[in-house]
């Protein structure tokens, strides 16, 4: 379970992406990667705290997100699991707010991150410029 907060955006929408915009979304990286690094952390270990092993609880996720698959469970595990999908989905809002705050605190709108992040996955000459702009810090 990763965290995220971008919307899809049309592929074909060119994205202009200003220099001083890149630095924004490079200064507001590092930052973002620890905040998913935690945010990883703590999911696994909320999950141990439930008496899951990640295998086990990644296997009842992919049941429960995907019509196609199903998995033998006890209602014990069908009950802590119900109560461990809940706390994650609150820890997941702190994750996003935590995120969303660091892009602001950039001066940035999160659309307009969203915007350029989108583009990113696509845009291999704006990945290069990102790429330079965080060597530059």
Do not use: C, H, W
Not at 10 to 28: F, G, P, R, W
Not at 98 to 125: P, V, W
């Amino acid at each position: 379970m990763g965290v995220s907060t971008f919307s899809l955006v049309n592929a074909q929408d060119q994205v202009e992406v200003t220099d001083a915009e890149l630095n924004k979304i490079a200064s507001a990286f590092q930052d973002i990667q620890k905040v998913n690094m935690e945010a990883q952390e703590k999911v696994m270990e909320t999950v141990k705290d439930n008496g899951f092993e990640v295998d086990r609880f990644n296997e009842m996720y992919q049941a429960s997100a995907s019509p196609e698959k199903s998995v033998d469970a006890t209602d014990d595990e069908k009950q802590r699991f119900g109560k461990l999908m809940s706390e994650l989905q609150q820890m997941q809002v702190g994750f996003t707010e935590q995120i969303e705050e660091i892009i602001s605190n950039e001066g940035m709108s999160i659309e307009r991150y969203q915007a350029i992040a989108m583009a990113l996955q696509t845009d291999s000459e704006l990945q290069g410029r990102l790429k330079s702009k965080l060597q530059d810090q």
